[in-house]
């Protein structure tokens, strides 16, 4: 199974892209090797009215994005909550990922959706993002999932490290681990169904 898993904050360093070390943390931990990180520290995409993205025409971060979702089988977004939602750079992202030169991207795929606050937040972008990508999926007749079991990673910076290493509540630990087993069942499970359906 091959793994991608986006950091969608701007910012360097980000509690977002702690978070996206700690799942790539635990998945190396039972056994995955093909897992590849985003950060969207690097982002350029052009803002929705200001320009477009075209196929051939990509830069260094848009070919890193869209070539390791476009391998994934399953992708993780850890995104954070800044005023009760999504950032303007995921949600422009999805806008602009969203039209018929990507399609590929949400077709054959399984999400799952986590929101990362450095207090007790991270419900409301999580659930922005499941109902965005689920309504591109619907418009595109695509056939993906979107995983229902959403994360919140409360007080991110007190339980992880810079590294992305555990080192806070035993609490965060075992949901987090909930989570990723979670999503990472809900993957095989849409697998063995698409190998069913080619027979």
């Given at each position: ?5 986006v ?34 520290a ?24 869209i ?53 007790r ?41 810079e ?22 069942s ?14």
């Open positions: 199974m091959t793994i991608t898993i950091a969608s904050s701007p910012r360097t360093g980000s509690n977002s892209l702690r978070f996206a070390q700690y799942l790539k943390n635990i998945l190396t931990e039972s056994g995955h090797d093909d897992i590849r990180l985003v950060d969207f690097q982002y350029d995409i052009p803002f929705v009215g200001t320009g477009s993205l075209q196929p051939n025409q990509l830069t260094p971060f848009q070919q890193e994005l070539s390791a979702w476009e391998a994934a089988d399953l992708v993780f977004f850890a995104i954070p909550e800044y005023n009760w939602t999504t950032t303007p750079q995921f949600d422009n992202a999805i806008h602009q990922l969203g039209g018929p030169a990507f399609k590929h991207l949400f077709n054959n795929k399984v999400f799952a959706v986590a929101g990362v606050s450095s207090g937040g991270g419900r409301q972008p999580a659930l922005n993002a499941g109902m965005v990508l689920n309504k591109i999926i619907s418009f595109t007749n695509s056939f993906s999932v979107v995983s229902p079991k959403i994360y919140e990673s409360h007080e991110t910076a007190i339980n992880l490290d590294g992305g290493h555990f080192k806070g509540h035993e609490v965060y630990e075992k949901t987090t681990r909930a989570f990723v087993d979670y999503s990472v809900v993957a095989q499970r849409w697998a063995a169904a698409n190998l069913v359906e080619a027979k």
